[in-house]
């Protein structure tokens, strides 16, 4: 049974023309791209051309690009790299909401004595530019915030923050995995030192990404080997991969404005359909700047996970946000940080779409919801005076 895909910020399907464009490289171009014979040497060519053509996507020069294996390599190595090239600082900024390639990042260079600043948000997920500001100090070796949150949605207004760091003197890291493909990014006009993405959020596979590191910017490799990557990044190119990735950030640029139109309409029409049909449900996070493609729904007095279940039997795939302990009672980091009550939060459903979404997907959501929202209430162990409980913490 094909599945009512709709968590594309978990994972992306391969778009069919991005497997096209990967697997002769996959199968009759195996060649080593370093390698000094022609067999090899045409896959490095295929390679430079795939690098010109993201950094086209992206607005930077094509060896300002390193590639990586995945979105927390490339977020773990901008950190680490700033760390290592400013020894003397010790400090860095974040916030509470940013994926866990940041965070559990974050907490273990706190075990090794650094010291981290977790700016809050407010209870529509949005950051205070003042308390940024107030936050950079002159030890700070690096701010790192994400373009867009991958729980709610919310965007960041990254030009802003950008400018504020230019202006502070600090090096500025942007987790921007769920900002590619869907926010159109000129990286000659938006002065971050670093930015990661990642494949597979954008219809690439899995174990492709990039960090893209400003020239200029203080650079430490953390994979240490071979010459590949100008030296920042040992390990041989993993070609097919990045022969995708560049097919897939062409066709996201060429289509973005056209599929961010579709996709925001069925969204708006999977959330304005749910709201009306479903009492003591609300939206996270701010609506105005947000992705067109998620939703984070709050539903009053039921569990994410029993919502998640019961979809799964109808084949559709939403995702409850990333618990912090598994197995345990508490909400996400994010809804947390936002102060969503604790009988919403627990309740909180993100649905995220794509360009592969019918209208046929969303219909089945809004036949099927209503009532599994209805049977948990009926069976719901949380009760009205839960409801005056604050948001819960771990
Ligand atoms: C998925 C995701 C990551 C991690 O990317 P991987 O390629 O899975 O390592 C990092 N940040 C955000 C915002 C993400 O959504």
Same mark, same amino acid.
């Given at each position: ?87 003397? /600082? ?15 990042? #974050? ?52 030009? *802003? ?17 769920? #900002? ?20 597979? /959020? ?26 590949? *990557? ?26 973005? #404005? ?39 729904? #709050?539903? /009053? ?94």
């Amino acid at each position: 049974m094909k599945p009512v895909y709709l968590d594309n910020n978990a994972t992306t399907m391969v778009a069919p023309e991005v497997v096209a464009e990967m697997l002769p490289f996959l199968s009759e171009y195996y060649g080593n791209p370093s390698s000094m014979h022609t067999f090899g040497g045409h896959v490095g060519t295929k390679l430079k051309e795939a690098r010109s053509a993201i950094a086209g996507v992206l607005g930077c020069q094509p060896d300002e690009l390193i590639f990586t294996s995945c979105g927390s390599e490339g977020d773990n190595t901008a950190v680490l790299s700033a760390l290592a090239a400013q020894p003397d /600082k010790r400090h860095i900024v974040t916030t509470r909401v940013e994926h866990p390639a940041i965070l559990s990042l #974050a907490k273990h260079l706190e075990e090794k004595d650094y010291e981290v600043t977790y700016l809050g948000v407010d209870e529509k997920g949005r950051l205070s530019l003042d308390e940024l500001g107030q936050a950079i100090r002159k030890d700070t070796a690096i701010v790192s915030i994400m373009y867009a949150n991958n729980e709610t949605g919310v965007i960041f207004p990254l030009p *802003e923050i950008a400018a504020l760091c230019k202006a502070r003197g600090v090096l500025l890291h942007t987790d921007a995995v769920q #900002a590619v493909g869907k926010i159109a990014i000129d990286l000659s006009k938006l002065p971050v030192d670093m930015l990661v993405l990642s494949g597979h /959020k954008l219809h690439a596979p899995k174990g492709v990404g990039v960090l893209y590191v400003r020239k200029g910017t203080p650079f430490r490799p953390f994979l240490i080997g071979g010459h590949q *990557e100008r030296g920042r990044r040992a390990g041989t190119e993993n070609t097919a991969g990045i022969i995708a990735l560049a097919k897939a950030m062409t066709m996201a640029k060429e289509h973005m #404005a056209e599929e961010n139109t579709r996709v925001r309409a069925l969204r708006d029409r999977l959330e304005a359909g749910i709201l009306a049909a479903v009492p003591h449900a609300q939206i996270n996070g701010d609506t105005e700047h947000r992705l067109p493609n998620t939703t984070s729904i #709050a539903f /009053k007095f039921v569990e994410g996970e029993a919502i998640l279940l019961m979809l799964d039997q109808y084949g559709i795939c939403a995702s409850s946000g990333s618990a912090c302990t598994s197995g345990s009672l508490e909400p996400s980091h994010v809804l947390r940080a936002m102060g969503v009550p604790f009988t919403y939060a627990h309740g909180s459903i993100r649905f995220s779409l794509s360009r592969y979404t019918t209208e046929a997907d969303v219909d089945l959501v809004l036949e099927k919801l209503p009532g599994i929202i209805e049977t948990l209430r009926r069976m719901s162990p949380f009760r009205e005076e839960d409801a005056a409980k604050p948001a819960c913490t771990c």
